[in-house]
């Protein structure tokens, strides 16, 4: 071999005697081989592995390590729920996958942190969740357990929480993040102008800054934010005339643009003239936002979002579902499939089922009145948790089949998926990370030395309402 032949490193084999303690065993196994075997299991796997010795962290936690788990498991679906309201309520959810292969679903993950403290959720980007409480709020990774408390505002005004974005590399690895709170907004309706006062957190500077958005389209109440890389995305509403259809998506990035003013983005095929009876649904899926409507005549528009703001249509097709004793007006889109853009979920509100379709091969899923509360639907990537009771509350508060207010305002739900990749959760300067464990017990003091507070007029919860099920019959 003439004395260049590479020589392999043998990592001694760790393994459990009578007692369950590890010990070495003389039999080696080359570097090389340990990755190769190590890459191909699930993230969940790996993460208790990195525990078993030191050799073994530092070979998972390289960036060959990584680049070589994502290649593997490029054509598995990630964990991920669709997600509703301050109480982090899952509507369908993906976690046995081999990505992850999590024992429970990403909403009980947090749900721990709202039953012990006076905790909301409001909302979660790449894996990270931002948690709000009366007098404190936190951003982190539930699934790892990582936690940093948010400082509190340097400024004399309240703030309400807005929306959560982050920044992530090419294989979505969370680089940092920034916890957006509004501070008041300002309207001009005869100049067609609004103005967002925000407060702004970021982690790699762990300080708080003051922002002004400018926008040029009037409105006086928003949705739900929806984020994605690193922009926040609302639909803006008219609560002085509720009757007016929302027509244009309000975005702002808080990584790429410098400048104080918000785009405002029309909504595709909305003439009202043209066609009134319709339902439709904001989401996001493979890295897009995506605009779902059901209209007339059984018909069904998907349309996503370009870089250059324009909207491109994907689908325009009669579900094969449709019988010709239904009717597509009655059922309403929930959201498309994170991962798979071709997959949507839809809610029949008659007959009280939600269906899975893949609309590029055309197969579809119903699922059928039974017993169980929880039932399974193969989406066609893998086997996904419907949560049946959570599902017809939602839908019958935000769409009524004998009324036509409620297609006014497009449904807009959380997507909480994780990455493909685990990395800690970007730690702010002079912030402290806490576990799970530390954090409900920081809770948990916190709440008994809080003092009572009263919210006589319900201010708090009125305001929580109108951003969270701003979708619902208005009264």
């Known amino acids: 071999m003439n004395g260049r032949e590479k020589k392999v490193r043998k990592l001694p084999?760790?393994?459990?005697?009578?007692?369950?303690?590890?010990?070495?065993?003389?039999?080696?196994?080359?570097e090389e081989i340990l990755i190769e075997i190590l890459a191909r299991l699930p993230l969940r796997s790996i993460r208790r592995f990195k525990s078993v010795c030191k050799?073994?962290?530092?070979?998972?936690?390289?960036?060959?390590?990584?680049?070589?788990?994502?290649?593997?498991?490029?054509?598995?679906?990630?964990?991920?729920?669709?997600?509703?309201?301050?109480?982090?309520?899952?509507?369908?959810?993906?976690?046995?996958?081999?990505?992850?292969?999590?024992?429970?679903?990403?909403?009980?993950?947090?749900?721990?942190?709202?039953?012990?403290?006076?905790?909301?959720?409001?909302?979660?980007?790449?894996?990270?969740?931002?948690?709000?409480?009366?007098?404190?709020?936190?951003?982190?990774?539930?699934?790892?357990?990582?936690?940093?408390?948010?400082?509190?505002?340097?400024?004399?005004?309240?703030?309400?929480?807005?929306?959560?974005?982050?920044?992530?590399?090419?294989?979505?690895?969370?680089?940092?993040?920034?916890?957006v709170?509004?501070?008041?907004?300002?309207?001009?309706?005869?100049?067609?102008?609004?103005?967002?006062?925000?407060c702004v957190y970021s982690s790699e500077t762990g300080v708080w800054s003051k922002k002004r958005l400018d926008c040029s389209h009037y409105f006086t109440n928003w949705g739900l934010p929806m984020a994605l890389n690193g922009t926040l995305f609302i639909s803006p509403e008219d609560i002085d005339d509720p009757a007016a259809v929302s027509g244009t998506l309000i975005a702002h990035d808080f990584y790429g643009e410098e400048s104080d003013l918000c785009r405002v983005i029309p909504l595709p095929d909305h003439d009202l003239d043209h066609n009134w009876y319709f339902k439709r649904a904001l989401t996001t899926s493979a890295g897009s936002v995506i605009y779902i409507k059901t209209l007339a005549h059984n018909l069904l528009k998907v349309w996503t979002l370009t870089k250059n703001d324009d909207w491109k249509l994907l689908w325009e097709i009669r579900l094969p579902f449709i019988t010709c004793d239904d009717d597509i007006l009655y059922y309403a889109p929930l959201a498309m499939n994170p991962f798979d853009g071709s997959i949507v979920y839809l809610w029949s509100q008659q007959k009280h089922y939600l269906v899975s379709c893949n609309l590029q091969t055309h197969n579809f899923k119903i699922l059928s009145e039974e017993e169980e509360s929880t039932r399974h639907i193969d989406d066609g990537l893998e086997k996904c948790v419907v949560n049946q009771s959570t599902c017809e509350q939602l839908m019958n508060a935000s769409f009524d089949p004998d009324s036509l207010d409620h297609c006014v305002y497009p449904l807009t739900l959380f997507h909480f998926v994780l990455p493909r990749w685990m990395e800690s959760l970007p730690c702010p300067p002079q912030v402290e990370m806490m576990d799970t464990s530390s954090l409900l017990s920081y809770i948990l003091v916190m709440e008994a030395n809080r003092p009572e507070f009263k919210d006589t007029f319900g201010i708090r919860e009125r305001l929580l309402r109108s951003r969270f099920f701003s979708t619902k019959r208005r009264e």
């Open 13 to 30: 084999i760790r393994r459990a005697n009578k007692n369950g303690a590890m010990t070495k065993h003389h039999d080696h196994v080359s």
């Open 55 to 179: 050799t073994w962290k530092s070979v998972t936690e390289t960036d060959y390590f990584r680049r070589l788990f994502v290649s593997l498991h490029k054509n598995s679906s990630s964990s991920w729920s669709l997600v509703v309201g301050t109480k982090a309520s899952d509507l369908i959810s993906l976690h046995r996958c081999e990505t992850w292969d999590l024992p429970k679903s990403l909403a009980c993950y947090i749900q721990s942190h709202i039953t012990t403290g006076h905790l909301d959720y409001v909302a979660s980007s790449n894996g990270l969740v931002f948690m709000d409480g009366y007098d404190t709020s936190f951003v982190g990774n539930p699934v790892l357990q990582q936690w940093v408390q948010i400082p509190s505002l340097p400024y004399p005004f309240v703030t309400l929480p807005f929306g959560l974005v982050t920044r992530v590399d090419d294989d979505g690895v969370v680089l940092g993040f920034k916890v």
């Open 181 to 198: 709170r509004i501070a008041g907004d300002k309207q001009k309706r005869q100049e067609s102008l609004t103005m967002l006062c925000l």
